[in-house]
């Protein structure tokens, strides 16, 4: 059965209990896909997001999604870092870059949401198309190149954020900047957002931002997070920093963000970002060659997530919390994170392919044990 926070969950079976509104909505969702899949992914994510704003703007109708889609329950609630959340299933980072829709993210039922990646200036990111839907496989990939509006744009909206949500600043450097200086950049981003968010994310693995992945190296990894360190020991409140990894690092590598995780005494690790990786895809392999570079999400990454979490928190002997996120597309997927050592989680590719309920199943199960 699920721990959370140190504690069992208490055996309560909701699917058994009473007729479950999510399996409606769920076959509703599988209606609409079809529609929704023909349009170009960007598109479609931008028009589902705008169906979801409009029908929160209609008096109640918000409070009612609320009820149906957010479980409510103590048997969920963990604290990490200091953080109280209500329930473990959060938002991914890249789903909402400009901290745009945390009012409807919150009418889904996310215990917390990540926004970004966020960068000191706006950048449109790659050439389009840049999105692509991999539906054999219930996978994404990805190289939209940290398109965002800038930290200032971020700290505006922010400022507006729903009261009792927790929201977490996934935070990188410019595609103009070069390595070098790509401390200055984390920095900007890390002092815009701060009296804004809750946690922070330094983001050194996403895949399509070229040579950003070379920060993942020991020694320019240390010096960046102890930098952000001596930011952070200039504030009165202490806001918890995360790390976010790539699902491509070797053991070597991975015993190396042990050691500089606990060395800078930040707060723990996100487990995993996408993948570069292409491996036992269901997809034609000419069809993904002709969709070209770019990270893979979704359930194809889903075992070798659990492998760095699980690796991580032994590695650790669970010294530091870990954030897992790669292929959940139900509860057993959120299961298997949190008994690999996970303390929340989050989901993105699988809200595209499993549809908005899919926050409310995970949560349910979890409760189920």
Same mark, same amino acid.
């Given at each position: 059965?699920?721990?959370?926070?140190?504690?069992?969950?208490?055996? *309560?079976?909701?699917?058994?209990?009473?007729?479950?509104?999510?399996?409606? $909505?769920?076959?509703?969702?599988? /209606?609409?896909?079809?529609?929704?899949?023909?349009?170009?992914?960007?598109?479609?994510?931008?028009?589902?997001?705008?169906?979801? /704003?409009?029908?929160?703007?209609?008096?109640?109708?918000?409070?009612?999604?609320?009820?149906?889609? +957010?479980?409510?329950?103590?048997?969920?609630?963990?604290?990490?870092?200091?953080?109280?959340?209500?329930?473990?299933?959060?938002? +991914?980072?890249?789903?909402?870059?400009?901290?745009?829709?945390?009012?409807?993210?919150?009418?889904?039922?996310?215990? $917390?949401?990540?926004?970004?990646?966020?960068?000191?200036?706006?950048?449109?990111?790659?050439?389009?198309?840049?999105?692509?839907?991999?539906?054999?496989?219930?996978?994404?990939?990805?190289?939209?190149?940290?398109?965002?509006?800038?930290?200032?744009?971020?700290?505006?909206?922010?400022?507006?954020?729903?009261?009792?949500?927790?929201?977490?600043?996934?935070?990188?450097?410019?595609?103009?900047?070069?390595?070098?200086?790509?401390?200055?950049?984390?920095?900007?981003?890390?002092?815009? @957002?701060?009296?804004?968010?809750?946690?922070?994310?330094?983001?050194?693995?996403?895949?399509?931002?070229?040579? @950003?992945?070379? @920060?993942?190296?020991?020694?320019?990894?240390?010096?960046?997070?102890? /930098?952000?360190?001596?930011?952070?020991?200039?504030?009165?409140?202490?806001?918890?920093? $995360?790390?976010?990894?790539?699902?491509?690092? /070797?053991?070597?590598?991975?015993?190396?963000?042990?050691?500089?995780?606990?060395?800078?005494?930040?707060?723990?690790?996100?487990?995993?970002?996408?993948?570069?990786?292409?491996?036992?895809?269901?997809?034609?392999?000419?069809?993904?060659? *002709?969709?070209?570079?770019?990270? @893979?999400?979704? +359930?194809?990454?889903?075992?070798?997530?659990?492998?760095?979490?699980?690796?991580? *928190?032994?590695?650790?002997?669970?010294?530091?919390?870990?954030?897992?996120? &790669?292929?959940?597309? &139900?509860?057993?997927?959120?299961?298997?994170?949190?008994?690999?050592?996970?303390?929340?989680?989050?989901?993105?590719? &699988?809200?595209?392919?499993?549809?908005? +309920?899919?926050?409310?199943?995970?949560?349910?199960?979890?409760?189920?044990?």
């Amino acid at each position: 059965m699920l721990t959370v926070g140190g504690r069992a969950c208490a055996i *309560h079976s909701f699917f058994n209990s009473q007729p479950d509104e999510s399996h409606y $909505f769920r076959s509703m969702y599988k /209606t609409l896909k079809p529609l929704i899949f023909r349009l170009q992914p960007e598109k479609a994510h931008e028009w589902t997001m705008t169906l979801l /704003t409009f029908a929160c703007a209609i008096p109640g109708v918000g409070a009612l999604l609320r009820a149906f889609y +957010a479980v409510q329950s103590d048997a969920l609630e963990v604290e990490v870092a200091g953080l109280k959340f209500p329930n473990p299933v959060g938002l +991914a980072a890249g789903f909402d870059k400009d901290a745009r829709w945390l009012k409807q993210m919150r009418v889904l039922g996310f215990g $917390f949401v990540e926004i970004g990646t966020v960068t000191p200036l706006p950048q449109d990111g790659n050439p389009k198309p840049r999105l692509f839907r991999l539906p054999d496989d219930k996978g994404i990939i990805n190289r939209m190149g940290f398109n965002n509006s800038g930290m200032a744009a971020a700290a505006a909206r922010l400022r507006r954020r729903p009261p009792g949500l927790i929201v977490g600043g996934n935070i990188g450097k410019n595609k103009i900047t070069p390595n070098e200086r790509a401390e200055s950049d984390y920095v900007q981003c890390f002092n815009a @957002l701060y009296d804004d968010v809750d946690y922070f994310v330094v983001n050194v693995s996403s895949p399509n931002t070229p040579g @950003l992945r070379e @920060l993942q190296e020991k020694e320019p990894l240390q010096k960046l997070l102890e /930098t952000l360190m001596r930011e952070r020991s200039k504030r009165s409140i202490e806001r918890p920093i $995360f790390l976010k990894i790539a699902p491509d690092l /070797t053991n070597n590598q991975l015993d190396d963000i042990v050691e500089l995780v606990q060395a800078a005494g930040i707060a723990g690790v996100i487990a995993t970002n996408t993948t570069i990786s292409r491996k036992g895809l269901k997809t034609p392999a000419e069809k993904v060659e *002709h969709m070209g570079g770019g990270g @893979l999400s979704g +359930a194809p990454l889903g075992s070798r997530s659990t492998e760095v979490i699980r690796y991580l *928190h032994e590695q650790s002997k669970g010294a530091f919390p870990i954030i897992g996120v &790669g292929g959940i597309c &139900g509860p057993e997927d959120a299961q298997e994170k949190l008994d690999a050592g996970a303390s929340l989680v989050q989901v993105y590719s &699988g809200l595209i392919h499993e549809g908005p +309920a899919l926050v409310k199943r995970i949560n349910q199960g979890l409760i189920a044990g």
